[in-house]
């Protein structure tokens, strides 16, 4: 797992890099970034189009058409669509998710922010995500950008993921160390 996340690093990083150099340039740096996060939560919220993504069964014409598609009905920032376009057309979708972490990275770290991820069985409210941030900005000294996943396999509680950090809080993981604990009991 350690190997794939370095691969797609490797692969996301120039890509998150020149789609930042292009909007800092054009001055859009903020809509890209709200176009590229109305993508992960699309992606988020449709298991379809996550596998869509993925699929290496697609071609990368085919997946390139189909993403045109999508973007022109969401009326996508013209950034952010030939960026996507590109990325599909070079048959590098897979790692979308990886790319869109990169430059929200780069982003947040251009405002003098850090990002983190959290990782939740449900949708957090506002208020939640606010608290969150309020407390993670304490202990970090530094804004928080916090980009929501929702894994219903968690069960309840939080992962949050800040740099090379991550604090794992989930019922999964709590029920997973009690099962190992039993198991070296009896």
């Known amino acids: 797992m350690a190997a794939q996340n370095s691969v797609l690093s490797q692969i996301a990083r120039p890509y998150a890099s020149?789609?930042?150099?292009?909007?800092?340039e054009q001055s859009s740096l903020s809509e890209v970034e709200a176009g590229l996060v109305s993508i992960t939560t699309l992606a988020g919220e449709s298991a379809d189009f996550s596998r869509f993504l993925r699929s290496p069964v697609i071609n990368a014409d085919e997946k390139a058409e189909a993403v045109e598609a999508v973007l022109a009905k969401a009326n996508a920032h013209p950034v952010v669509a030939n960026f996507v376009k590109v990325?599909?057309?070079?048959?590098?979708?897979?790692?979308l998710?990886?790319?869109i972490a990169a430059f929200r990275e780069r982003a947040a770290e251009?405002?003098?922010?850090?990002?983190?991820?959290?990782?939740?069985?449900s949708s957090?409210?506002?208020?939640q995500v606010k608290t969150l941030g309020d407390t993670?900005?304490?202990?970090?000294?530094?804004?928080?950008?916090?980009t929501q996943y929702v894994d219903p396999s968690l069960i309840g509680g939080l992962v949050v993921k800040v740099g090379s950090q991550m604090i794992d809080s989930s019922l999964?993981?709590?029920?997973?160390a009690m099962k190992i604990a039993m198991k070296e009991v009896s």
């Not at 999964?172 to 997973?176: A, C, E, V, Y």
């Open 18 to 24: 020149a789609l930042f150099d292009l909007a800092e």
């Open 87 to 95: 990325v599909a057309r070079n048959g590098r979708l897979f790692a």
């Open 97 to 99: 998710s990886a790319i």
């Open 110 to 121: 251009a405002r003098g922010e850090i990002a983190a991820e959290v990782t939740s069985a």
């Open 124 to 127: 957090l409210s506002a208020a």
């Open 136 to 146: 993670l900005k304490a202990k970090i000294g530094k804004a928080v950008t916090l």
């Open 172 to 176: 999964k993981t709590k029920l997973t």
